[in-house]
């Protein structure tokens, strides 16, 4: 049986997660029309808030793209797309700040990037060979092979639950950063969380997915072992 009740949760998941994007970009251009009171750019706060945490080896570099931005652990480098970078606005350095949250993680070796750096290698396998084993074991009714994609496949959903924290970290550190160094002031603090938030949902649908999909292959194998 392809169709699994599990089935209805994940096309929610997913459903959320289209929605998702969408109030990302949605949220980013609002608050990209409104401008900061200090007037500092994207990458001006980036700047700034590497050079207070000690971060000055750390370059801040334009990229092409609509919300490309990252950091960039390999080379110690921030990258942040044309309209963060050169952007005035609420959104462009809410933006900013995040990713030089990453920053300061790795700085710290904070324990869920340090872990999420040593899942990706791992979970990139993972996730290109378990669709695989699960279509498999379905098509040939082989239980074993959904097992091995279980196994497989769990790493792929710890890597996207290991994320959460780690995304939602950066953005704590983001506003606290940005106020406790004048880049923010408090009344601008609602838009700086909208437009975090608007981003974190994004993780959250992705690990739910990801998340059910895993349980949903988990059931099949009991169910499978039950019958015989």
């Known amino acids: 049986m392809l169709f699994h009740p599990m089935d209805f949760l994940i096309f929610i998941a997913l459903g959320i997660s289209i929605w998702a994007q969408f109030r990302v970009k949605g949220t980013f251009h609002k608050w990209a029309e409104v401008p900061t009171r200090t007037g500092m750019t994207g990458a001006e706060t980036a700047r700034k808030i590497l050079d207070e945490n000690g971060l000055h080896h750390v ?3 334009v990229v092409p793209g609509m919300l490309s931005d990252h950091y960039d652990p390999t080379n ?5 797309s044309e309209p963060v970078y050169y952007g005035r606005s609420i959104a462009s350095i809410s933006v900013a ?10 700085q710290q070796s904070y324990g869920a990037l340090v872990l999420r750096h040593k899942l990706v290698p791992v979970a990139n396998i993972a996730s290109g060979i378990a669709p695989f084993l699960f279509i498999g074991g379905l098509l040939l009714s082989q239980l074993s092979l959904i097992g091995l994609g279980i196994i497989f ?18 953005s704590s550190r983001a506003r606290e950063l940005m106020i406790s160094q004048g880049i923010l002031y408090n009344d601008e603090e609602h838009g700086v969380k909208k437009v975090l938030n608007a981003a974190a949902l994004t993780y959250v649908a992705a690990a739910l997915i990801s998340l059910f999909e895993l349980i949903k292959f988990v059931m099949i194998f009991v169910q499978g072992n039950e019958e015989e």
């Open 76 to 80: 110690k480098v921030v990258r942040l």
């Open 153 to 170: 496949f769990s790493a792929a959903v710890l890597f996207q639950l290991v994320t959460l924290p780690v995304e939602f970290n950066a």
């Open 97 to 106: 700040a995040h990713e030089v949250g990453h920053a300061i993680q790795h």
């Open 59 to 61: 370059p801040v570099e």
